[in-house]
């Protein structure tokens, strides 16, 4: 079954440091990658995804995320952060295995990222 | 930038009553989908719609739940009857011809749902 993990209900940093927000993910087939910011009261932003490739890939805002197949994580990080990217964060998969899918995506239960002045 | 729109933004029902959540998906995307995100909990798929018909739908989408896209444009979510455990933040997403496989989905707001 496909499914999501994000460890970390909340990650803490300083601005200018960078940041980190984990995800690990299970699916049968290869997985297609995204993460999505969710600022209040917004509705779901995307930020980048994997599909195939290099296995750095770059997104909005100055974020990054790295795949890595042995450990079937993809986390996002970003060198310094900023105070304006405290939000929801929500990684998701797809597993290309299952035509059928359409879109449908499975999530995490989101990291919230606080970045203190 | 093009994006999703739905409405209303909020909207607070009786146990047991009709509610219909409308979206304005992208208007070149092919491919649209609901989801749900009861609060504090994972964002949930609850239906894909693609041609006309739907295309996928997760066992949270029962007989309660129906979909339509009426005039070409809107695409709508209807809860017959709305039981308290619908109380969420229900979003629509919309997606181009990638959408099926490698391209990413397009989420509006988000239309929340309180049954009292």
């Known amino acids: 079954a496909q499914s999501v993990a994000q460890p970390e209900d909340q990650v803490n940093v300083a601005e200018g440091n960078p940041l980190t927000v984990k995800c690990t993910y299970s699916?049968?087939?290869?997985?297609?990658l995204f993460w999505y910011v969710q600022y209040p009261n917004r509705g779901l932003q995307f930020l980048l995804k994997?599909?195939?490739?290099?296995?750095l890939v770059k997104g909005s805002y100055g974020f990054e995320a790295e795949f890595n197949k042995s450990q079937t994580s993809f986390h996002l990080k970003k060198p310094s952060a900023l105070v304006s990217d405290s939000a929801l964060y929500f990684c998701?998969?797809?597993?290309?295995?299952?035509?059928?899918?359409?879109?449908?995506?499975?999530f995490g239960r989101g990291t919230q990222l606080t970045v203190w002045p | 930038e093009p994006e999703v729109t739905q409405t209303p933004s909020h909207q607070v029902t009786q146990m047991g009553q009709e509610v219909i959540l409308r979206c304005v998906p992208i208007s070149n995307h092919l491919y649209f989908y609901w989801y749900r995100q009861i609060l504090g909990q994972k964002v949930e798929f609850l239906v894909s719609?693609?041609?006309?018909?739907?295309?996928?739908k997760s066992e949270i989408f029962d007989d309660q739940f129906s979909v339509e896209r009426p005039d070409g444009s809107n695409f709508t979510l209807k809860i017959r009857s709305t039981k308290l455990e619908d109380s969420a933040m229900y979003f629509c997403?919309?997606?181009?011809?990638?959408?099926?496989?490698?391209?990413?989905?397009?989420f509006g707001e988000g239309s929340r749902l309180t049954v009292l």
């Open positions: 719609f693609y041609n006309n018909e739907i295309s996928e």
């Open positions: 998701a998969v797809r597993d290309s295995g299952r035509g059928s899918t359409l879109g449908r995506l499975y």
């Open positions: 994997y599909i195939t490739g290099d296995n």
């Open positions: 699916v049968s087939g290869n997985p297609y």
């Open positions: 997403a919309s997606s181009d011809a990638a959408g099926g496989g490698t391209g990413e989905l397009f």
